[in-house]
């Protein structure tokens, strides 16, 4: 419900401003916003050749082919200007994002298949997991924690070994895995909420610990400041794993407090501990490591766990086919349904990704992210704030509301103030300290149809600001 209003308040909001300034300024607005791709120049103006400056003009008519010209502005490298059919068409910048119908064709070509894909090979491996007993003996192995932090599950509940493998695969950076365990997980908890529209208290305990992006290897930001030539590209690992856990402890806390969930509980501080032990531990091995073996850790580790937990499936599955006899099947026929149940979960989230993305188009190509972007830093500015800081908040700000967006600012600020300037690397601690809190929800909720998501978003945006703040200051302080 909650969503369902913030989405449409964005749509209404962005069409409105996008008619005010049509009609407003000489501005092409709605060409951009409904056809334009990222990155193509954007026309601001279309003019006669005599109302352009004599220095331009001049350039133009002493150019060998007048029937298409395009010609730089000395004092605004920016602008471009083309000359065709008498008139001068006047481009300045580029598209921030995908116009309302290339987000159409991009959101289902290069998100819904490929997450179809993933779904389709990880919810096969899942039903294998599930009819072998593997999972069943996960959870309850996990139970005795579990239980504590979702009082609302039964004891070795599925969802446990689920909830479980997300997060393993969250820690990781292992996203292609992570989303199909994490929509399971939703599925088996939708079984056991007694109010099927409205999202139960495990639910949302699971989503905002999901969405805090527990990360310890950041795969894919070390891949982008590699390739940014950054001197040592693995050295905001060690911020991006404290930001990231000290957001998931607040989202534990928030929730926990909201649920009234039993804090002192001892297998539930123990849990704790070893979580933290196990963290520090591997943060101390991997600090004592030189260059070239954090770069070999990082490639290496994530992949070889993924192929780990693939072979451990196949093989335990095999190990006890007697299971799958007992349930009339075979292992290649219960991958082949659990495949087939990954297609249908993805076919039914592709609205709710559709509608989200779509308006965050137009909200981006409207021109009101920037103006809000702008007001922003202008007041962090005038409080203080370091430049450099406040030039990497739009990732901050468009986190929650887009990856593909807001690793586009990443990339950017590394290409405008170098892999390591202060900037680059702030931006890259915002990009890996947390989800992208809308597209989670969508997809979520919108796998098992739930239109009453109560305090999950505005805890999820709050525990964002609170990563938002500590990376700031963990980023002070390393660099």
Not at 239 to 267: E, Y
Not at 313 to 335: C, G, M, S
Request: proline fraction near 4%.
């Amino acid at each position: 419900m909650v969503l369902s209003r913030f989405w449409l308040t964005i749509f209404i909001s962005s069409i409105v401003f996008i008619v005010f300034s049509l009609f407003t300024v000489n501005t092409y607005t709605i060409d951009s916003v409904l056809n334009g791709k990222k990155d193509d120049p954007i026309l601001v103006s279309e003019k006669y050749i005599e109302e352009l400056p004599s220095f331009i003009k001049d350039s133009i008519k002493k150019a060998p082919d007048q029937t298409m010209i395009v010609n730089r502005d000395t004092l605004n490298a920016d602008s471009t200007y083309v000359y065709k059919n008498k008139t001068v068409k006047i481009y300045s910048g580029l598209q921030k994002s995908d116009g309302l119908l290339p987000t159409c064709k991009s959101t289902l070509v290069d998100l819904i298949l490929p997450l179809i894909a993933y779904l389709a090979f990880f919810c096969g491996l899942m039903e294998l997991l599930i009819v072998s007993g593997a999972s069943g003996k996960l959870a309850k192995g996990l139970s005795p924690v579990f239980v504590k932090v979702f009082p609302s599950i039964p004891k070795n509940h599925p969802s446990i070994s689920y909830m479980t493998l997300n997060f393993a695969a969250n820690f990781l950076g292992l996203d292609s895995a992570a989303t199909p365990f994490g929509l399971k997980a939703m599925e088996s908890l939708q079984e056991i909420n007694p109010e099927k529209d409205k999202a139960s208290d495990a639910q949302i305990m699971f989503m905002c610990l999901h969405a805090s992006g527990l990360t310890l290897i950041a795969t894919s930001i070390i891949g982008y400041r590699a390739a940014a030539n950054a001197s040592n590209p693995a050295d905001v690992m060690l911020p991006c794993i404290i930001t990231s856990f000290i957001g998931t402890i607040a989202a534990f806390l928030i929730v926990g407090i909201k649920q009234k969930i039993n804090f002192r509980s001892a297998s539930l501080v123990i849990g704790l501990m070893v979580l933290i032990a196990a963290i520090v531990g591997l943060l101390m091995y991997v600090n004592h490591l030189d260059l070239i073996g954090k770069n070999y850790f990082t490639s290496n580790l994530s992949g070889l766990i993924l192929l780990s937990i693939v072979v451990f499936t196949l093989i335990f599955a095999f190990v006890h086919e007697k299971k799958f006899k007992e349930a009339d099947t075979t292992p290649f026929d219960t991958f082949v349904v659990g495949a087939n149940n990954g297609v249908k979960t993805g076919v039914t989230i592709f609205p709710y990704v559709l509608g989200m993305l779509v308006a965050i188009s137009l909200f981006r190509n409207s021109g009101l992210f920037e103006i809000i972007s702008d007001g922003i830093g202008f007041v962090f500015s005038n409080l203080g704030v370091s430049k450099e800081i406040t030039n990497a908040l739009p990732v901050a700000m468009l986190r929650p509301f887009s990856s593909a967006g807001s690793r586009g600012f990443l990339i950017d600020s590394m290409n405008t103030f170098g892999a390591d300037s202060l900037t680059a690397r702030l931006s890259s601690i915002f990009q890996c300290s947390a989800e992208s809190t809308f597209y989670v929800i969508a997809v979520y909720f919108g796998s098992v149809n739930i239109k009453n998501t109560r305090y999950a978003l505005g805890t999820m945006l709050l525990v964002d600001l609170i990563c938002v703040i500590t990376a700031i200051f963990v980023a002070t302080w390393f660099f």
